[in-house]
């Protein structure tokens, strides 16, 4: 009986060429070190490539930022990033108006929550300074709430 503790090759292969996991998430299955794991796939001569849809980099799992805002893999669109991933408010606010917005312009949630990228709950604004002003007006309509008792402060939350 073996004592190895590493899937066989056809079953490393599979799971990571056919099904897609990472090195990191075949080693948590297999209560191995992600290097050991890693060691396996070179000897066997598996790679995948550094960006487009079958990327070692791309995540399969998530659709969305560890910022929170959701994103669309669209490998050719001009505001993707590095890893050919688009926000959905972007995409969203083009579907809607046609125009790609600009890498300064921001484009707001109104309701504040990130995966909300309905067009109703979208602004434009043209740079950074305009969007910070826009916070900016929230955080002087809370001020006037609180002062006016109509929001409290109770420990460590804000409540109606």
């Not at 930022?65 to 993707?80: A, D, E, L, N």
């Not at 408010?89 to 108006?97: G, P, S």
Request: aromatic share 10%.
């Amino acid at each position: 009986m073996s004592k190895r503790k590493a899937p066989e090759d056809k079953k490393l292969k599979e799971l990571y060429v056919d099904k897609k996991l990472s090195s990191w998430d075949i080693a948590k299955k297999y209560n191995m070190s992600k290097v050991c794991i890693c060691r396996h796939i070179n000897r066997l001569g598996i790679t995948r490539p550094q960006s487009g849809e079958n990327s070692r980099n791309r995540n399969y799992n998530k659709k969305v930022y560890r910022s929170g805002y959701p994103v669309t893999f669209k490998p050719k669109h001009p505001r993707r990033n590095n890893l050919g991933y688009v926000f959905d408010h972007i995409l969203e606010w083009e579907k809607n108006t046609g125009h790609i917005p600009t890498r300064t312009e921001q484009v707001h949630h109104i309701d504040l929550k990130r995966n909300n990228s309905n067009f109703d709950n979208l602004f434009i604004c043209k740079d950074n300074r305009s969007h910070q002003l826009t916070h900016g007006s929230l955080n002087k309509c809370i001020v006037t709430l609180v002062k006016k008792g109509i929001i409290k402060f109770k420990d460590g939350k804000y409540y109606i």
